[in-house]
């Protein structure tokens, strides 16, 4: 299956080891959605409409409250990249 270049971009960032956090309305609707990489930083791309595609391609989930991490299916998804650290 074939993945946008953007989550492409999200889900190699959470194979790092990042994660999104996501806060809630009054009404516990979604509100805000927030991507973390692994060394703590807020990182832009991510938007609501890109946390649903992700969430109904059931590369990320989240267990007990905990932020959303990526899946086995997520790692299948993201091909490999070079880090250019």
């Known amino acids: 299956m074939d993945i946008s270049r953007t989550e ?3 889900l190699h960032l ?3 080891g990042g994660r ?3 806060s809630r309305d009054d009404d516990r609707k979604i509100e805000n ?3 973390f990489t692994r060394d ?3 990182y ?3 938007d609501l409409d890109l946390f649903r595609r992700l969430k109904r391609l059931k590369a990320i989930k989240s267990s007990g409250g905990q932020p959303y991490r ?3 299916r997520g790692l299948t998804l993201v091909r490999s990249q070079l880090d250019n650290r």
């Open 33 to 35: 959605v927030s991507c």
């Open 20 to 22: 999104i956090e996501i």
């Open 40 to 42: 703590g930083w807020l």
């Open 44 to 46: 832009p791309g991510v």
């Open 14 to 16: 959470m194979a790092q």
């Open 70 to 72: 990526i899946t086995e």
């Open 8 to 10: 492409q971009r999200i």
